[in-house]
Structure formats: C-alpha cells, structure tokens
C-alpha cells in the first residue's frame, strides 16, 4: 500500500497536463508497470497477476500494458480497508 504523500503526487500527477488544459489528454497519461511496482511497491509480476485477474484498471496496447493514472488513485481507495468504518457499522 503507497504512503499517503506518493498516493497525493500521484492524484497531483494524474490530475494535471503537462502545461495543457486539454483533458484527453490528462485522460491519456498512463503508469507502465514498473512504475506502478515503485508506487505500490509490489512485484511487477503480482501486477500482471491483477492484470491477468482482471483486478486492476488496465490499458493493452498490443503486447504493451499501461495503467490509467488517473484510475490508479481510485482503484487504490476500493482495495482500502478502515476498521473504524466497519466498527460503526455493526
């Protein structure tokens, strides 16, 4: 699981352009797999395993794998787990 501050520069990096306002292409930018192995640090290989899995937000190009950056930071939040939450609920 990333720390909170790589998690934050990964929201700031997936949220803006680089000095463009146009949302496609914000849209496009993508992690490739080792640079996702350094955020979450985890194996590539356990990252083609969620690949394989069909458990983690993914874009192939041909043979090549890229992560949506902007879907990354989401994705991270639905994996997440608080206690607290699941105390007050019962």
Same mark, same amino acid.
């Given at each position: 699981?990333?720390? #909170?501050? #790589? ?14 306002? #146009? ?40 043979? #090549? ?26």
């Amino acid at each position: 699981m990333p720390d #909170n501050q #790589n998690l934050s520069q990964t929201r700031t990096t997936a949220g803006s352009g680089s000095g463009t306002s #146009n949302s496609s292409a914000q849209a496009g930018e993508m992690f490739t797999a080792q640079e996702l192995q350094q955020l979450l640090k985890i194996s590539v290989k356990t990252i083609y395993s969620y690949v394989k899995r069909g458990l983690i937000p993914y874009v192939k190009i041909q043979s #090549n794998v890229r992560f949506p950056k902007r879907r990354i930071p989401e994705w991270i939040e639905q994996q997440s787990y608080d206690p607290r939450l699941t105390q007050k609920n019962r």
